[in-house]
């Protein structure tokens, strides 16, 4: 018995010989689900912001780096208006939206803005082999209207008042040469009265009739494909609005 005894602690192991191997184990803190869902939540906002301004730096104009006043930054989207965006145009991620939206951020400068709309349209007129019309002219209020996402100022009643205001096929009507250097005299002269414009004299300034639609089927043609290139400038083809 003692023999078998002695056998079997010999190969199961002797008690007392030795040491067991010591086992260490961490302790994984707990981490308040509220505290972990704000920092994912914090990181998606920082790159989705990150890839909009990713052309950033893009040159434009005569393809030299902004300088001077140019260089002024534009605006900046919050997480808010980066969804609006993404939504109007059926993207699921800032990346993919249009490139336009980059260069909205790029400088504060409308006359750049105006030539970067117009540069973008072109691209959809050469791409569809579809005719624009090259004598578009987007006023100040236009633009402001557009990089601020006032697609559709004022309340969701169609009203003849502000019937051209907003993104509209309105806005896409030619201008005469005439019109547009009207257009600009008006705006210097609200930019320099600014400081000491009284409420009664802005309210006159701002009155005035929305523009005529086309009056023949070759006009509204036109003026339907240059609208067109607008809204695949700003929303992209995926959008159920384009």
Not at 9 to 37: H, K
Request: with cysteine.
């Amino acid at each position: 018995h003692k023999w078998a005894h002695n056998r079997l602690r010999a190969t199961l192991g002797i008690s007392g010989r030795g040491s067991a191997p010591t086992v260490t184990t961490t302790t994984v803190p707990a981490v308040d689900p509220a505290v972990m869902m704000a920092a994912v939540a914090a990181q998606v906002g920082a790159s989705v912001a990150s890839a909009l301004r990713g052309q950033n730096s893009t040159t434009l104009g005569s393809g030299n780096p902004l300088s001077g006043s140019d260089a002024e930054e534009g605006k900046k989207y919050d997480k808010f208006e980066l969804a609006v965006l993404m939504g109007y145009s059926h993207v699921d991620s800032a990346a993919h939206l249009q490139p336009i939206w980059s260069l909205f951020q790029a400088t504060k400068n409308h006359d750049i803005h105006r030539q970067n709309l117009k540069d973008q349209m072109e691209k959809w007129n050469k791409r569809e082999g579809v005719p624009i019309d090259k004598s578009v002219y987007f006023d100040n209020k236009s633009l402001d209207q557009i990089i601020t996402l006032k697609f559709n100022p004022g309340s969701g009643t169609a009203l003849f008042i502000t019937a051209d205001q907003g993104v509209t096929i309105l806005m896409c009507r030619p201008r005469s040469g005439e019109e547009k250097e009207k257009i600009r005299m008006e705006e210097q002269a609200w930019e320099d009265s600014a400081a000491n414009r009284a409420y009664g004299e802005a309210l006159t300034l701002k009155k005035s009739d929305p523009r005529s639609p086309a009056h023949n089927y070759g006009n509204l043609k036109l003026n339907f494909a240059t609208f067109s290139a607008l809204l695949w400038t700003l929303l992209g083809e995926q959008s159920d609005i384009y």
